[in-house]
């Protein structure tokens, strides 16, 4: 896990995409890659109602991520002080090996590059002490940035039993 | 490199190269001092940014305060400043400057950024070798817009480059938008196939062979014949040093370049009309030429498609020169020759033979009737004569150019019965082999040195040893005898090699007292020839060198007189047609460029790659087991006595195979970043290369990519021309090398949407990677898009 969290508080969240909007400009990419991606689940009937959730499903840094060691060249890699995963592009080759281990689909395929590029919470703004991109401009205020140590007990504990409880899925199918 | 203090400057240099100076009088800025450690002073440019920036000639930096580009007059405040060498590529380091500008953030309005990375794009097409002709003047309207409207300063600035290296360079500019050829070597896509760099006539090989390989015989011919007019003759004798380049004969043997020439142009005139140019208009000045041989003809054809009135000359009673005269018929059928020289008298161009110019007419009578420029391709007529004893005693001692030509003017009777012809090149093997078919009982071929330093073409002394020439190595010549006028023999002396002399050939050292004589009615001596200057007798008109040959600045065709150009047998010697031909094309340039007044100095004839063909996809197994297709050649006994082809044809099965072996340089490099990737980066070793030259590799195995390629497409990534291709589709990954396909694997399915995944040999990769690290067995079989929507699932939180 690395040092930030960024929460999203699915009870808020319209489905309006503004944050993959931000992302994708901020990164300046192309058709095809979306590094953040809202996943519309539903709708499924709650009570007699439709009900829609839209997951927003990022990169989550994990503790021990998969695609880091796939990666034959190095350049998938995590910084050593706050556990950011992010691509060097200057020693990605374009083998496409972090895309098919990640267990989220999370690194994405830039045809214009000929490389792989993913969420890194846009550490450049973080290092300045910004939010990443798309938190900024949450139009429903749904996602939440910030340091795992500032977070209070029961949210961490929370996000930290989801996670781990998808990790730790006895059957690890994908 | 030193540097003067004088304002913010940055000289951006290589210790090993010149430096910069600054210059005391403001505005300037840079002036190139010193060599540099490296000692070579090969500076083309200096470069640097700045109001007054720009790329300009070494010799122009300082040109620039009464320069029309610089006329707002601002401070001159050079940022930094770059010295561009030889091996430096003006449009590659303008381009490198505009990025530079375009990919900053900040500085440049929306306006004019995107006018500026257009005018990228643009430029960026010349290095890609994707521009049409006409780009350069959509490249100077756009820098000219945008010099002088553009809203920003920096757009402005930047744009100064664009517009001074057109102003100064723009050869370098034309080469790459014209010929599609990147002197400095640095645009890679750009670069030329060996074998069209090794043909003299640079004809764009790899373009006729991948068109006979796709059928499509007359655009090949079309390619060809744009390089040299004589595609069909050049098919049937060129000694083709193309396939002496041929990247294939590292893996088996060169590809039959020289006779796919023959049968396309072959296979055109029997169906459809042979081919001939249409040139533009008459532009008024009259050109003539001296000599109606493969240079003459060659520069008439290139004059005329320039719009001239070209007048050829020929002594002799017929045209052709040495491919009419010299090479024997049952090599170069004389329809063919007639052929291709009716094809450039349809151009317009006028051949008066039994003309001798300097004896029936002067050059001085010529330039009055009206002729501007002159090209002197009288080849070399005359033949060495052996200097020995008894030589000038018998009639029936002949020089073998002398022979050639009085048997192909018709006089075909034999010599003696009993033929010796001394020497060991193309003309000794022609002699030989034309007496045969006149009916010499025996013919001897005497050579002072062995096989080995043959200069004839070894395909040509086979034939001759196997049609029943007798050959005598070491052996040289030091009498003629006979009695009553009559040559009886040839006396020799039996010699062994010695040290090497100044042609690199180890000399013959005779024997003393190991005299032995060859019995022979008749001596032809093929030992060499001479340009015959006797008809100018002595108003020649340029300068002849010891050697008579006549003096050329090379690579130009320029003599002592301005207006006369010579080229070909009379300035190099006895040489190859195909060299002729490519004298005849620097010709035209000459002549052109000296009949339209140009400044500076004349073009250099340089290679031209005319298209690139789309690959013809083929199996790896079957592109490596195709063997080079020998020309079938008529058997000795039907051969041997007439006068009718050695060579035979292909079938049209065979050419289109023949041409399919082709590795198609021109767009793999052999670079090996493919190589580097595959075993550095991914550690998977599927392409096994081999490195043929300090800078270059070739795919040597082409079975093991299909044992342990996993097909990630790395190797297409770093390919920086696009020799290797990465294609997927629903059912599989491919990975070809120039259409060669090295390796198909089928895809899985995703157990989710049925889509695909990914092959089973790359998730195998994948798996084993993190599986090691995690410890655990982790089975992927949802594709990205599925596994993310499923994970997505279990997040919705209720």
Same mark, same amino acid.
């Given at each position: 896990?690395?040092?930030?969290?960024?929460?999203?508080?699915?009870?808020?969240?319209?489905?309006?995409?503004?944050?993959?909007?931000?992302?994708?400009?901020?990164?300046?990419?192309?058709?095809?890659?979306?590094?953040?991606?809202?996943?519309?689940?539903?709708?499924?009937?709650?009570?007699?109602?439709?009900?829609?959730?839209?997951?927003?499903?990022?990169?989550?840094?994990?503790?021990?991520?998969?695609?880091?060691?796939?990666?034959?060249?190095?350049?998938?890699?995590?910084?050593?002080?706050?556990?950011?995963?992010?691509?060097?592009?200057?020693?990605?080759?374009?083998?496409?090996?972090?895309?098919?281990?990640?267990?989220?689909?999370?690194?994405?395929?830039?045809?214009?590059?000929?490389?792989?590029?993913?969420?890194?919470?846009?550490?450049?703004?973080?290092?300045?002490?910004?939010?990443?991109?798309?938190?900024?401009?949450?139009?429903?205020?749904?996602?939440?940035?910030?340091?795992?140590?500032?977070?209070?007990?029961?949210?961490?504990?929370?996000?930290?039993?989801?996670?781990?409880?998808?990790?730790?899925?006895?059957?690890?199918?994908? | 490199?030193?540097?003067?203090?004088?304002?913010?400057?940055?000289?951006?240099?290589?210790?090993?190269?010149?430096?910069?100076?600054?210059?005391?009088?403001?505005?300037?800025?840079?002036?190139?001092?010193?060599?540099?450690?490296?000692?070579?002073?090969?500076?083309?440019?200096?470069?640097?940014?700045?109001?007054?920036?720009?790329?300009?000639?070494?010799?122009?930096?300082?040109?620039?305060?009464?320069?029309?580009?610089?006329?707002?007059?601002?401070?001159?405040?050079?940022?930094?400043?770059?010295?561009?060498?030889?091996?430096?590529?003006?449009?590659?380091?303008?381009?490198?400057?505009?990025?530079?500008?375009?990919?900053?953030?900040?500085?440049?309005?929306?306006?004019?950024?995107?006018?500026?990375?257009?005018?990228?794009?643009?430029?960026?097409?010349?290095?890609?070798?994707?521009?049409?002709?006409?780009?350069?003047?959509?490249?100077?309207?756009?820098?000219?817009?945008?010099?002088?409207?553009?809203?920003?300063?920096?757009?402005?600035?930047?744009?100064?480059?664009?517009?001074?290296?057109?102003?100064?360079?723009?050869?370098?500019?034309?080469?790459?938008?014209?010929?599609?050829?990147?002197?400095?070597?640095?645009?890679?896509?750009?670069?030329?196939?060996?074998?069209?760099?090794?043909?003299?006539?640079?004809?764009?090989?790899?373009?006729?062979?991948?068109?006979?390989?796709?059928?499509?015989?007359?655009?090949?011919?079309?390619?060809?014949?744009?390089?040299?007019?004589?595609?069909?003759?050049?098919?049937?004798?060129?000694?083709?040093?193309?396939?002496?380049?041929?990247?294939?004969?590292?893996?088996?043997?060169?590809?039959? $370049?020289?006779?796919?020439?023959?049968?396309?142009?072959?296979?055109?005139?029997?169906?459809?009309?042979?081919?001939?140019?249409?040139?533009?208009?008459?532009?008024?000045?009259?050109?003539?030429?001296?000599?109606?041989?493969?240079?003459?003809?060659?520069?008439?054809?290139?004059?005329?498609?320039?719009?001239?009135?070209?007048?050829?000359?020929?002594?002799?009673?017929?045209?052709?020169?040495?491919?009419?005269?010299?090479?024997?018929?049952?090599?170069?059928?004389?329809?063919?020759?007639?052929?291709? $020289?009716?094809?450039?008298?349809?151009?317009?161009?006028?051949?008066?033979?039994?003309?001798?110019?300097?004896?029936?007419?002067?050059?001085?009578?010529?330039?009055?009737?009206?002729?501007?420029?002159?090209?002197?391709?009288?080849?070399?007529?005359?033949?060495?004569?052996?200097?020995?004893?008894?030589?000038?005693?018998?009639?029936?001692?002949?020089?073998?150019?002398?022979?050639?030509?009085?048997?192909?003017?018709?006089?075909?009777?034999?010599?003696?019965?009993?033929?010796?012809?001394?020497?060991?090149?193309?003309?000794?093997?022609?002699?030989?082999?034309?007496?045969?078919?006149?009916?010499?009982?025996?013919?001897?071929?005497?050579?002072?040195?062995?096989?080995?330093?043959?200069?004839?073409?070894?395909?040509?002394?086979?034939?001759?040893?196997?049609?029943?020439?007798?050959?005598?190595?070491?052996?040289?010549?030091?009498?003629?005898?006979?009695?009553?006028?009559?040559?009886?023999?040839?006396?020799?002396?039996?010699?062994?090699?010695?040290?090497?002399?100044?042609?690199?050939?180890?000399?013959?050292?005779?024997?003393?007292?190991?005299?032995?004589?060859?019995?022979?009615?008749?001596?032809?001596?093929?030992?060499?020839?001479?340009?015959?200057?006797?008809?100018?007798?002595?108003?020649?008109?340029?300068?002849?060198?010891?050697?008579?040959?006549?003096?050329?600045?090379?690579?130009?065709?320029?003599?002592?007189?301005?207006?006369?150009?010579?080229?070909?047998?009379?300035?190099?010697?006895?040489?190859?047609?195909?060299?002729?031909?490519?004298?005849?094309?620097?010709?035209?340039?000459?002549?052109?460029?000296?009949?339209?007044?140009? $400044?500076?100095?004349?073009?250099?004839?340089?290679?031209?790659?005319?298209?690139?063909?789309?690959?013809?996809?083929?199996?790896?197994?079957?592109?490596?087991?195709?063997?080079?297709?020998?020309?079938?050649?008529?058997?000795?006994?039907?051969?041997?006595?007439?006068?009718?082809?050695?060579?035979?044809?292909?079938?049209?099965?065979?050419?289109?195979?023949?041409?399919?072996?082709?590795?198609?340089?021109?767009?793999?490099?052999?670079?090996?970043?493919?190589?580097?990737?595959?075993?550095?980066?991914?550690?998977?070793?599927?392409?096994?290369?081999?490195?043929?030259?300090?800078?270059?590799?070739?795919?040597?195995?082409?079975?093991?990519?299909?044992?342990?390629?996993?097909?990630?497409?790395?190797?297409?990534?770093?390919?920086?021309?696009?020799?290797?291709?990465?294609?997927?589709?629903?059912?599989?990954?491919?990975?070809?090398?120039?259409?060669?396909?090295?390796?198909?694997?089928?895809?899985?399915?995703?157990?989710?949407?049925?889509?695909?995944?990914?092959?089973?040999?790359?998730?195998?990769?994948?798996?084993?990677?993190?599986?090691?690290?995690?410890?655990?067995?982790?089975?992927?079989?949802?594709?990205?898009?599925?596994?993310?929507?499923?994970?997505?699932?279990?997040?919705?939180?209720?």
């Amino acid at each position: 896990m690395s040092r930030y969290y960024l929460l999203q508080d699915q009870k808020k969240c319209i489905g309006c995409f503004s944050c993959e909007v931000h992302c994708k400009t901020y990164h300046g990419l192309p058709l095809g890659p979306r590094l953040t991606q809202i996943i519309t689940v539903g709708p499924r009937m709650v009570a007699g109602v439709p009900r829609m959730s839209f997951v927003f499903m990022p990169c989550f840094h994990c503790e021990d991520p998969w695609c880091v060691p796939v990666c034959p060249t190095g350049a998938m890699r995590k910084r050593p002080g706050d556990g950011i995963v992010y691509v060097e592009p200057s020693l990605c080759v374009g083998c496409k090996s972090c895309i098919t281990a990640c267990p989220w689909g999370a690194p994405q395929w830039n045809p214009l590059t000929g490389k792989v590029v993913k969420c890194n919470y846009c550490m450049e703004r973080v290092d300045q002490g910004l939010e990443p991109s798309c938190v900024t401009k949450c139009v429903t205020h749904c996602l939440h940035f910030g340091k795992a140590s500032e977070l209070d007990t029961t949210r961490r504990e929370r996000f930290a039993r989801s996670v781990a409880f998808e990790l730790m899925n006895p059957s690890p199918v994908r | 490199m030193k540097g003067k203090s004088e304002g913010c400057f940055i000289a951006l240099c290589n210790p090993w190269d010149s430096g910069i100076e600054t210059a005391g009088t403001p505005p300037n800025s840079g002036r190139i001092c010193g060599d540099g450690m490296g000692g070579n002073n090969c500076q083309k440019a200096i470069s640097r940014s700045g109001d007054r920036g720009g790329v300009f000639p070494c010799d122009r930096a300082d040109d620039q305060p009464t320069d029309p580009c610089f006329a707002s007059g601002t401070q001159a405040s050079p940022d930094d400043a770059v010295v561009l060498k030889e091996t430096d590529c003006v449009v590659s380091h303008v381009i490198d400057r505009l990025n530079s500008v375009v990919e900053k953030p900040g500085g440049l309005c929306h306006a004019c950024r995107r006018e500026l990375a257009g005018l990228r794009d643009l430029l960026l097409q010349l290095t890609q070798g994707t521009a049409e002709r006409d780009i350069l003047d959509a490249v100077s309207l756009a820098a000219d817009r945008l010099h002088g409207r553009g809203h920003c300063e920096t757009a402005r600035r930047a744009v100064l480059f664009v517009v001074t290296a057109l102003r100064y360079f723009p050869g370098e500019f034309r080469m790459h938008a014209v010929n599609r050829h990147c002197e400095a070597g640095v645009c890679r896509r750009l670069l030329p196939a060996p074998c069209q760099v090794a043909c003299p006539a640079g004809i764009d090989i790899p373009t006729y062979l991948a068109l006979t390989a796709a059928g499509r015989y007359e655009e090949a011919l079309e390619i060809i014949r744009k390089d040299n007019p004589f595609a069909w003759v050049c098919g049937l004798i060129c000694p083709h040093p193309c396939e002496k380049a041929c990247i294939r004969s590292h893996l088996d043997e060169p590809i039959n $370049i020289r006779y796919l020439k023959a049968f396309v142009s072959d296979w055109t005139a029997n169906r459809k009309a042979y081919p001939t140019a249409v040139p533009p208009s008459f532009n008024g000045k009259k050109v003539a030429v001296v000599g109606s041989g493969p240079a003459g003809l060659t520069a008439a054809h290139y004059l005329a498609l320039e719009g001239y009135r070209v007048t050829i000359f020929e002594a002799l009673p017929k045209a052709g020169g040495l491919l009419v005269f010299g090479i024997p018929e049952y090599r170069l059928p004389r329809d063919i020759v007639a052929r291709e $020289i009716a094809s450039i008298q349809s151009m317009g161009v006028e051949i008066r033979t039994g003309i001798a110019v300097g004896k029936d007419i002067t050059l001085q009578e010529l330039r009055g009737q009206g002729y501007e420029a002159f090209f002197l391709g009288i080849g070399a007529h005359q033949g060495y004569k052996l200097q020995i004893e008894g030589e000038d005693h018998f009639p029936q001692v002949y020089d073998a150019i002398g022979f050639l030509r009085q048997v192909n003017l018709g006089v075909r009777e034999k010599p003696a019965e009993k033929v010796v012809v001394v020497g060991g090149g193309n003309s000794a093997m022609d002699a030989a082999r034309t007496c045969l078919r006149l009916g010499c009982k025996s013919v001897h071929i005497a050579y002072r040195r062995t096989r080995a330093e043959m200069p004839a073409n070894p395909q040509e002394v086979d034939e001759a040893m196997e049609e029943g020439v007798q050959f005598h190595f070491l052996a040289v010549p030091v009498r003629i005898g006979g009695d009553n006028g009559q040559v009886g023999y040839l006396e020799c002396l039996q010699s062994e090699l010695g040290k090497p002399d100044a042609s690199g050939r180890r000399r013959p050292v005779p024997i003393d007292g190991s005299n032995f004589r060859i019995e022979a009615g008749a001596v032809i001596a093929a030992i060499g020839q001479q340009p015959d200057f006797h008809h100018f007798c002595d108003e020649m008109p340029c300068q002849i060198t010891p050697r008579n040959l006549i003096v050329t600045e090379p690579p130009s065709t320029r003599t002592g007189a301005p207006d006369v150009f010579a080229g070909g047998d009379a300035v190099t010697g006895p040489a190859t047609v195909v060299q002729a031909i490519a004298a005849g094309k620097q010709a035209a340039l000459d002549i052109h460029h000296y009949l339209t007044g140009s $400044i500076g100095t004349p073009p250099v004839f340089r290679v031209h790659k005319r298209c690139r063909i789309p690959f013809s996809p083929m199996p790896a197994s079957e592109k490596i087991s195709r063997l080079r297709i020998p020309v079938p050649v008529a058997d000795v006994e039907d051969r041997s006595r007439n006068f009718e082809p050695v060579e035979l044809a292909y079938t049209d099965e065979e050419a289109r195979r023949e041409a399919n072996r082709c590795l198609r340089c021109d767009v793999c490099i052999r670079c090996g970043a493919c190589e580097r990737v595959c075993r550095e980066g991914m550690r998977v070793h599927a392409l096994d290369f081999r490195q043929i030259s300090g800078t270059e590799s070739i795919l040597g195995d082409y079975h093991r990519a299909q044992e342990r390629c996993i097909a990630c497409g790395a190797c297409a990534l770093a390919c920086p021309t696009g020799a290797i291709e990465f294609l997927e589709d629903g059912a599989g990954r491919e990975v070809r090398l120039c259409g060669t396909i090295l390796n198909r694997l089928e895809v899985q399915k995703c157990h989710s949407c049925g889509g695909p995944f990914v092959p089973s040999r790359y998730l195998d990769y994948v798996t084993e990677r993190s599986d090691a690290v995690t410890g655990r067995k982790v089975l992927r079989r949802l594709c990205p898009a599925c596994a993310r929507e499923s994970r997505a699932r279990n997040f919705v939180k209720t």
